[in-house]
T-cell receptor, first 114, second 114 residues
Framework: AQTVTQSQPEMSVQEAETVTLSCTYD???????LFWYKQPPSRQMILVIR??????QNATENRFSVNFQKAAKSFSLKISDSQLGDTAMYFC???????????FGQGTRLTINP | KAGVTQTPRYLIKTRGQQVTLSCSPI?????VSWYQQTPGQGLQFLFE???????NKGNFPGRFSGRQFSNSRSEMNVSTLELGDSALYLC?????????????FGSGTRLTVV
């Protein structure tokens, strides 16, 4: 069964610092996708970044980038120049192929301090 | 374009009652899925509908049910409410069959059972 593990329940950094959130997963599939979602206090889950497993290049979206290590089944999120608005819960998610559902990690609560 | 709309935002019900939650997907999206979010269990998949048909169901008791209408709007019903049903219920929409591009979530309905 596919599982997603986030080993950091909480993290806290100063504004403008860089922070990396960890995620590992388990799957027997070869072609798949991975997501990072952000859930601020407004509760809406917002897609931050998406990675296609067959692509060697790590995905980047402005200040957000991933370090995707397929062999190690690791998918970490790096936030550069962190801002107060980055304060939120962050979830790593894995879409189960053909099952139309996401499997989520337990989440990391990230706090950006002024 | 309008996002995913969930109503109501908050709901307080008494144990034993039933409740109906509503989700309007992004225009053009034919897939709607539902998730339950609790502090203890995290995010868990309830079910997914596509073109008025349930394609997949999570591991929840039969008290949890749903449906989708011809305009893709979806409702979720919980009968005989229990205290443990208190949670944030999130709805997500996608084009359907293209879940690899990510799902768009609503802001959820916070259900409190007393």
């Amino acid at each position: 069964a596919q599982t997603v593990t986030q080993s950091q329940p909480e993290m806290s950094v100063q504004e403008a610092e860089t922070v990396t959130l960890s995620c590992t997963y388990d799957t027997s599939e070869n072609n798949y996708y991975l997501f990072w979602y952000k859930q601020p206090p407004s509760r809406q889950m917002i897609l931050v970044i998406r990675q296609e497993a067959y692509k060697q290049q790590n995905a980047t979206e402005n200040r957000f980038s991933v370090n995707f290590q397929k062999a190690a089944k690791s998918f970490s999120l790096k936030i550069s120049d962190s801002q107060l608005g980055d304060t939120a819960m962050y979830f790593c998610a894995f879409p189960i192929q053909g099952a139309q559902k996401l499997v989520f990690g337990q989440g990391t609560r990230l706090t950006i301090n002024p | 374009k309008a996002g995913v709309t969930q109503t109501p935002r908050y709901l307080i019900k008494t144990r034993g009652q039933q409740v109906t939650l509503s989700c309007s997907p992004i225009s053009g999206h034919r897939s709607v899925s539902w998730y339950q979010q609790t502090p203890g269990q995290g995010l868990q998949f309830l079910f997914e509908y596509f073109s008025e048909t349930q394609r997949n169901k999570g591991n929840f008791p039969g008290r949890f049910s749903g449906r989708q209408f011809s305009n893709s709007r979806s409702e979720m019903n919980v009968s005989t409410l229990e205290l443990g049903d208190s949670a944030l219920y999130l709805c997500a929409s996608s084009l359907g069959g293209t879940e690899n591009y990510g799902y768009t979530f609503g802001s959820g309905t916070r259900l409190t059972v007393v």
